[in-house]
């Protein structure tokens, strides 16, 4: 099997819709999508994005909706044996749909996010109503390979540079890099300046996403650098799409 014609990738991560409203997603982490001893944070930022895209859906209608915004926050990462994520919408406007998303795991609270979308009217009617709906249900397809490099993720020379080649299964429905492997790209970036530059390995434990741009014709380059002291902790991640002049 290609790349080309693999299942999409949400699919890999080990996620099952429960049919319950007030808990309508659940996690079952698995090594291919775990790092350095914890569920990567990619997985995490994915379920906060689809969850808050539950909320949005319901609210936007035939609206063509975009992450904006997504942050997260891993008190104490880990791999929990399952994770159930629970939503509640904070803002519905005409523009903006803003959720809150709590990720409890086995005993307790895992992960806290938030995602805000925007919505922009189409420009036609989807060819089918089910284009824009969202699965009633989610088949896993497991990852034999960890998931940065079943999906094709290539360090530079230098710590902290990444790049994403764009293949179709790395695109959402408008053919832009899909949000989550975006957080992917952040994540991958980072955790090779930490690893690298502290020789030790790491996990990451929060994150905030800004979407400036869509990213479609790729590679997408990752470079992470320090905020202050190395010590801190903290380091910023910029990502640019080379195929579309940086």
């Given at each position: 099997m290609s790349r080309d014609d693999a299942p999409p990738v949400f699919t890999r991560y080990g996620f099952e819709r429960t049919g319950d409203p007030d808990r309508p997603l659940e996690l079952s982490p698995?090594?291919?999508?775990?790092?350095?001893?914890?569920?990567?944070?990619?997985?995490?930022?994915?379920?906060?994005?689809?969850?808050?895209?539950?909320?949005?859906?319901?609210?936007?209608?035939?609206?063509?909706?975009?992450?904006?915004?997504?942050?997260?926050?891993?008190?104490?990462?880990?791999?929990?044996?399952?994770?159930?994520?629970?939503?509640?919408?904070?803002?519905?406007?005409?523009?903006?749909?803003?959720?809150?998303?709590?990720?409890?795991?086995?005993?307790?609270?895992?992960?806290?996010?938030?995602?805000?979308?925007?919505?922009?009217?189409?420009?036609a009617p989807p060819a089918a109503p089910d284009a824009i709906a969202t699965p009633d249900t989610l088949p896993f397809h497991p990852l034999a390979l960890p998931l940065d490099e079943a999906v094709g993720v290539e360090r530079g020379k230098r710590p902290g540079e990444v790049s994403l080649p764009l293949a179709p299964i790395l695109l959402n429905p408008e053919g832009s890099l899909q949000g989550a492997l975006v957080a992917l790209v952040v994540e991958c970036a980072a955790l090779d300046l930490a690893d690298r530059s502290r020789d030790t390995p790491h996990t990451l434990t929060e994150m905030d996403l800004r979407y400036l741009a869509s990213a479609s014709a790729g590679p997408v380059l990752g470079c992470a650098s320090w905020v202050g002291a190395r010590d801190s902790g903290m380091i910023r991640v910029e990502l640019r799409d080379a195929g579309r002049d940086d």
């Open positions: 698995y090594p291919a999508v775990c790092v350095n001893g914890a569920l990567r944070a990619t997985v995490v930022a994915s379920a906060i994005d689809l969850v808050g895209g539950f909320v949005t859906r319901d609210a936007a209608g035939s609206d063509v909706t975009f992450t904006t915004d997504l942050s997260l926050r891993i008190p104490r990462p880990a791999t929990p044996k399952r994770v159930v994520a629970q939503a509640t919408p904070i803002r519905v406007g005409r523009k903006l749909v803003t959720t809150r998303v709590t990720l409890h795991g086995d005993t307790e609270p895992y992960a806290l996010g938030e995602t805000t979308f925007l919505r922009v009217p189409r420009s």
